[in-house]
C-alpha cells in the first residue's frame, strides 16, 4: 500500500492514516505470552503465563505482576524490559500524587498518566513506542477497575480481556463465561480456565502468576502454593 | 514592623455540631491608614470548602488564584470536589514550594468531609499544618482571637449559636487590635446551606 515506505519514523503518518511503528509495536505485543483480566463484583483478578526458556531459570526471580500502589496492580503482554520501565515511571507518578495531596491516586488517574507517557513516546524523536500492553487492576472508591492500555497510549475499561498470543481464544472463552454479577473466586477459576485453553503443557503453580484485588483493597499476587489450590479446585 | 502586619487582618474558623463557621474582619489597610472595608479574606473553594487568607494582601490575592487554578483543574481532571484533607495537604506542598522566599500569608482552610464532618485547619506561612478539633485563628488579632475562642468556644454547638459565639469572639477580639477591625465577614456552612453574614461592630 506504501505503507512500507512511512515504516522507518516513528512520528511520520502513513498514507493510510496509520503510525506504522505503532502497528509493530502492537504486533510485538500480539507474540507476547497470553495474560488476562477480569472484574469481578467485588474485585479484580489478573493472570498472565510464565512459561520460561529453559527449567534452568529460577522462576521465583521472575515477576511478572506487579503492583502500582497497596490498592493497584498490572500485568502485561510484550517486551519485559519495557514494562519494568511503565511499572517503575507509573509508581513515581502514584507516589508524586500521594506525597502532594495524602490520598492515594484513583485508578483512572494514574492509567490515565501512564498512558500519557506511552503516547509521548509515539511522538517524539528518536525514541521508539513502548512493546507492551498494560492490563491494569485497581480498587478504589468507584469500585474495583479493569483497564487495558496499550503502545499507543489508547486506555479502555474492561469487564474481562486478554492480550497476547492467544488473545482471540481467550476473548471468545471470556465473552461465554462472564456475568455482571460474579463474585471475585468464581473468577478466579474463569481466569485460570481461560489460561487452561491456549496453554502448551501442563500448567501449574509454577508456571502461571495470578494476583487478586478483593473488597479489602489489597493487591497480593498468589503464592505458588495457593495456585496450585486453585488449580485442584478446577480440576 | 513585621511584614505580616503590613495590611492587618483577623481570621477565625470554629467547629459546631455537623457544622462549622469561617469568619474574617473587612478591613484593608497600609500600616495606619485605612484603604478598604469591605475587603474579602475568605473565599469559597466549593460548596462545602472554604479558604481565608491573612497576612500580606498581594501575597493572599496570588495564593489564592494558584490554589483555585489548582482546583479548578483537579475538577475537571478527576471529576469530583477536593476534600478538604486534601485541599490542606496541597495548600500546604504550595507553600513549602517557596521555602525560602515565602509568601507572607497564614490561611485557614475550613469544610465539610465526606462524612459531613468538620474539618478546620491553619497553617503557618511555609506550610506547617496545625489541625485542630475546635478553632483555629489567623491574622494580627491572632493572640486575642485565641483568647476570646478559648473562653467563650462549646463543643457540639448548632448553627446558630456558634454563629453568635464566633462573631462575639470576632468583634471583642479585633476591638483590641488597630489593624484589624470595621466590622466582619461570617458565614456558617451545614451539609445543606451556607449562610452569609455581614457583621456591624465599631467601626474604627
Known sequence: MGDSQYSFSLTTFSPSG?????????????????????????????????????????????????????????????????????????????????????????????????????????????????????LVAGYDDKGPQLYQVDPSGSYFSWKASAMGKN???????????????????????????????????QISGKNIEIATIGPKRIFKVLTPAEIDDYLAEVE | MSIFEYNGSALVAMVGKNCFAIASDRRLGVQLQTIATDFQRISKVHDRLFIGLSGLATDAQTLH???????????????????????????SALL??????????????AGLSDDDKPFICTTDSIGAKELAKDFVVAGTAGDSLYGAC??????????????????????????RDCLSGWGGHIYIVTPTEVKECTLKGRMD
Open chain 2, 96 to 109: 513549602y514550594e517557596k521555602r525560602f522566599g515565602p509568601y507572607f500569608c497564614q490561611p485557614v482552610i
Open chain 1, 167 to 201: 488473545v482471540s481464544n481467550a476473548k471468545t472463552f471470556l465473552e461465554k463465561r462472564y456475568t455482571d454479577d460474579v463474585e471475585l473466586e468464581d473468577a478466579i477459576h474463569t481466569a485460570i480456565l481461560t489460561l487452561k485453553e491456549g496453554f502448551e503443557g
Open chain 1, 18 to 134: 496509520k503510525l506504522v511503528q505503532i502497528e509493530h509495536a502492537l504486533t510485538a505485543v500480539g507474540s507476547g505470552q497470553t495474560s488476562l483480566g477480569i472484574k469481578a463484583s467485588n474485585g479484580v483478578v489478573i493472570a498472565t503465563e510464565k512459561k520460561l526458556p529453559s527449567i534452568l531459570v529460577d522462576e521465583a526471580s521472575v515477576q511478572k505482576i506487579q503492583s502500582l500502589t497497596p490498592n493497584m496492580g498490572v500485568v502485561y503482554s510484550g517486551m519485559g524490559p519495557d514494562f519494568r520501565v511503565l511499572v517503575r515511571k507509573s509508581r513515581k507518578q502514584a507516589e508524586q500524587y500521594h506525597m502532594l495531596y495524602k490520598e492515594q491516586i484513583p485508578v483512572t488517574q494514574l492509567v490515565r498518566e501512564t498512558a500519557a507517557v506511552m503516547q509521548e513516546f509515539t511522538q517524539s524523536g528518536g525514541v521508539r513506542p513502548f512493546g507492551v500492553s498494560l
Open chain 2, 150 to 175: 478559648e473562653a467563650m468556644f462549646k463543643p457540639d454547638m448548632e448553627p446558630e449559636e456558634l454563629f453568635e459565639t464566633l462573631s462575639q469572639a470576632l468583634l471583642a477580639s479585633v476591638d
Open chain 2, 65 to 91: 488564584q494558584r490554589l483555585m487554578f489548582r482546583h479548578k483543574l483537579y475538577q475537571l481532571r478527576e471529576e469530583r470536589d477536593m476534600k478538604p484533607e486534601t485541599f490542606a495537604s496541597l495548600v
